[in-house]
């Protein structure tokens, strides 16, 4: 690996080294859901909705029976979340009829089912079933084009990709949940902490703000 990224995350992994999927749940399935809640809005506003919704639907079967009116009352809290209730719906719907009702643990039948794109998959992989997987969300993808591990033009595919060649595949899970919080809690978006930070000498986005003028 090169010893930029590895400096990068060997300091990561010392700042935040319980870093790990914030999303509560009991089952894979759980898990799915939580995660395609997840999807523009914070673990914090999931954890709060998911409780009341596993409790209502506990199995599958009785979401995918569910009235969508009372899915939307139950999870409305949270951003989008008509479409998220017709995603879930349809689910867990797939899930019973194409699955028994169980979470598939392969990658490519994973992102045929409702509200699962390749993000959403990868987390699954890693998080349910401790497969090789390094999960691209706005966080790493900030994270990982502000230390310059990655090309500037590069998208979200393409900033996996060029991920997982850098990284060792044994690291690719840990990786995503240490730049994830690094993201979440101190490379923030709006007002990162730059001057508390260890990577300043590693960081584009730093040494641009340094250099330009301020207005």
């Avoid at 509560?24 to 799915?32: G, M, P, R, S, V």
């Avoid at 690719?172 to 978006?189: N, P, S």
Wanted: proline share 4%; aromatic share 8%.
């Amino acid at each position: 690996m090169q010893s930029k990224l590895r400096f990068a995350l060997d300091t990561m992994y010392e700042m935040f080294p319980n870093a790990c999927c914030e999303l509560d749940f009991k089952t894979n399935e759980q898990l799915a859901i939580a995660v395609i809640l997840s999807a523009q809005t914070t673990d914090v506003s999931v954890n709060k909705v998911t409780p009341k919704l596993f409790q209502t639907f506990p199995s599958m079967q009785a979401l995918a029976d569910a009235n969508l009116e009372k899915i939307e009352e139950t999870i409305k809290t949270i951003g989008l979340y008509r479409n998220k209730a017709k995603h879930i719906k349809l689910f867990a719907q797939q899930l019973v009829q194409n699955h028994d009702g169980i979470l598939p643990n392969i990658e490519q039948e994973l992102t045929t089912l409702a509200g699962v794109g390749r993000k959403t998959a990868n987390v699954i992989m890693g998080v349910a079933f401790h497969q090789p997987a390094l999960a691209v969300d706005t966080h790493v993808f900030r994270v990982a084009h502000r230390l310059g591990l990655v090309t500037q033009k590069a998208n979200v595919l393409q900033t996996e990709l060029q991920l997982k060649r850098k990284i060792p595949k044994d690291e690719w899970i840990d990786a995503h949940h240490t730049m994830l919080f690094f993201g979440r809690y101190h490379c923030l978006a709006r007002q990162p902490k730059c001057d508390a930070c260890p990577l300043q000498a590693n960081c584009t986005y730093y040494k641009h703000q340094k250099t330009t003028p301020s207005k």
